[in-house]
């Protein structure tokens, strides 16, 4: 068996690195992206008191630092058996609305939009931003970063600090609101709502009216039938501040709705022995292997999984969208890896009219937005959507509060073994046993990945935009047959 | 002109943090004021970008991974270094990133006034609060040198 790599360089070992393994007839038998894990953080996060990991674990990633800060204050809340009042939990939820509408501005502009935008065939040195941007006018430009900084000068202002927060605590937040800050931050989310809809009038009118691009959304190459996760409310519409756990099937009815709390009853882990990584993968569904459909635990957790794994949208404007969405890709679920795009756009606006809700309830300049903890602790769990998916820390203490263990399942952790099979597919589809392999077949590969926005760890150093590879064909013992290589 | 020293670098990822410690160090030695102004970031591409917006002159400080000896100071230019530790996956390139903010009419360093101070670093994997040794004995070096930077008056600054 051969094996063709898509190999980011970097020095820095299991980061982003792709192995395609081909048969002897040359045809694409699996594929495999090494994601680096989590073990090294969990290790040092041990012997240091708990109350520290809103702001240790936003360390984790300079991306998302606000999903992993809001985790971990739900988790203290747990771990000190205590229940934040109604206007801390409205204050964290408005604070977490405002920074996913700015995460995911910033990734389908910046990152998957790109890819989607300009088309897999543009030269790579358009797949970006810039190439958006001539696509569809300076204006884009401007709307973006505007959203961006208004987003992260919002967060500055609720959370106390530039990009790592420094204001969730068990049993609520460190700081209200003023009506003065109340009034300027309703401001931008309406600013925000505009925002995505024009999100979603672009992606209709440069994506949807193309045939091209729909044909390629929908392509087999590009489509995984597996369950879905998201978190939901009490009516089963998404929420990624609070709710319950619910995964969908492949023929969309419900397998399982759960308290955050209880995931280790219906999530295991699998070991492949040539890595290190874990796969997740749905306990009483069982391991069947890298497949799909109703008999395989292999479920997804991204913004398209949280949408599948839902009934709808708890805002009048995303739910329109939602409807649409499901009505031109006939029905639910949605399987076609690439509609994660325009899934991201749908939460993107409910995010901003979730924003502008929060700010407007009475509640939210409440001066009541902290309990004390009096409970000695010893375990907790905490659960958010992180803009990649279901995000969870748990932690177990000493009495002190001293931590003894933590495990941590980010976002991409739980698409793990889905996005390998995404990265095998599109393999399969494009490359042809016996044909040679070309960097062009290889974004297509790239494109599938991407789709899920992984988290390949601390963002201070990882991979250049343009991804640089390595591509490394081997033989059964593992040998370097071919080297093919771009940006190194 | 207006300078910014930007320390940039996760501080529990051993010698990745290098560049915040060297600024720490800076802010002590150096006159802050209105023109110049010392902060730490944890960010890359777009992020670090809009740090940047409204200075004229920016200094960054960080760890650098290119093989040479662990403690090599030296001062590149962050456009034109291939791989920088600005980027990230979820994210555009610095370069990419200040050509959108320049093409939006953003207020940002031009690139002769846009430097690096890079610490070759030893080791970046390892979850730790402390820079290696090699690492640590370089930072009194990169101070002096960022502090020679902010030292060059605005007429010779072309050529630093």
């Known amino acids: 068996m051969a094996r063709i790599s898509i190999d980011p360089i970097t020095r820095l070992e299991g980061h982003g690195k792709i192995d395609i393994f081909l048969t002897d007839e040359g045809a694409v038998e699996n594929a495999y992206l090494q994601i680096p894990e989590l073990r090294g953080f969990e290790r040092f996060c041990v012997d240091r008191p708990a109350e520290d990991m809103p702001n240790l674990t936003s360390r984790i990633c300079g991306v998302c630092p606000e999903a992993h800060h809001i985790c971990a204050s739900k988790a203290l809340d747990d771990l000190f058996g205590v229940d934040p009042p109604p206007a801390a939990k409205k204050l964290r939820e408005l604070f977490y609305s405002i920074f996913f509408v700015t995460d995911h501005t910033t990734h389908f502009y910046a990152l998957g939009g790109p890819d989607f935008v300009m088309g897999p065939d543009a030269p790579k040195a358009e797949r970006n931003i810039l190439g958006v941007i001539q696509k569809v ?352 | 002109m207006r300078t910014l020293v930007l320390g940039l670098g996760n501080p529990i990822l051993s010698d990745d943090g290098v560049g915040i410690r060297v600024v720490e160090a800076v802010a002590e030695a150096a006159d802050e004021g209105a023109d110049v102004q010392v902060e730490t970031a944890c960010v890359g591409g777009l992020r670090l970008m809009e740090q940047m917006i409204g200075w004229d002159r920016v200094i960054l400080v960080d760890a650098m991974v290119s093989g040479e000896e662990p403690g090599t100071v030296r001062v590149t230019d962050p456009e034109t270094f291939p791989t920088f530790h600005s980027s990230c996956s979820h994210d555009t390139s610095l370069r990419e990133a200040l050509e959108l903010g320049r093409s939006t009419g953003m207020h940002l360093p031009s690139p002769q006034h846009l430097r690096c101070v890079a610490v070759e670093a030893a080791d970046v994997h390892t979850f730790s609060e402390r820079c290696t040794p090699e690492v640590e004995s370089a930072i009194p070096r990169a101070v002096e040198r960022v502090l020679g930077l902010l030292a060059v008056t605005e007429g010779e600054h072309a050529t630093a």
């Open chain 1, 137 to 488: 006018g300076m204006e884009i430009a401007g709307k973006v970063l505007k959203m961006r900084k208004d987003g992260h000068d919002l967060i500055k202002l609720m959370g106390g600090r530039p990009v790592h927060p420094n204001w969730g605590l068990p049993g609520g937040v460190s700081r209200g609101i003023t009506e003065e800050m109340r009034a300027e931050i309703e401001a931008r989310g309406r600013e925000a709502v505009e925002f995505g809809l024009f999100g979603l009038q672009l992606f209709n009118d440069i994506v949807l009216e193309n045939s091209d691009y729909v044909d390629l959304i929908v392509s087999e190459g590009y489509t995984h039938r597996t369950y879905n996760m998201g978190t939901v409310d009490e009516q089963d519409r998404v929420n990624f501040y609070d709710g319950k756990i619910r995964v969908t099937a492949p023929d969309g009815t419900e397998h399982a709705k759960y308290d955050p709390r209880d995931y280790q009853e219906y999530i295991a882990e699998h070991v492949e022995p040539w890595s290190y990584l874990k796969f997740p993968y749905l306990k009483e569904v069982g391991w069947e292997g890298f497949i799909d459909g109703m008999d395989s635990g292999v479920y997804k957790a991204t913004p398209l999984s949280r949408l599948n794994a839902a009934e709808g949208m708890a805002t009048p404007k995303a739910q329109e969208a939602y409807e649409k969405m499901y009505e031109t890709l006939g029905g639910k679920p949605v399987d076609h890896t690439l509609a994660t795009h325009w899934a991201r756009l749908v939460e993107l606006l409910y995010s901003a009219e979730r924003w502008v809700e929060l700010a407007a309830d009475e509640e939210i300049t409440s001066d009541t937005f902290r309990v004390l903890p009096t409970e000695t602790p010893a375990e907790g769990i905490g659960s958010v959507e992180a803009p990649r998916g279901t995000l969870t820390h748990h932690y177990r203490t000493d009495e002190r509060g001293i931590l003894t263990s933590v495990n941590l399942i980010v976002g991409t952790t739980n698409n793990y073994a889905a996005i390998n099979m995404s990265i095998a597919d599109a393999a399969r589809a494009v490359i042809e046993p016996g044909e040679e392999v070309t960097e062009g077949l290889l974004n297509m590969v790239e494109m599938a990945f991407r789709a899920y926005d992984p988290c390949f760890g601390c963002a201070t150093h990882t991979l250049p935009g343009q991804m640089p590879l390595e591509v490394r064909l081997r033989d059964r013992k593992g040998d370097v047959l071919e080297r093919l290589e771009r940006n190194l």
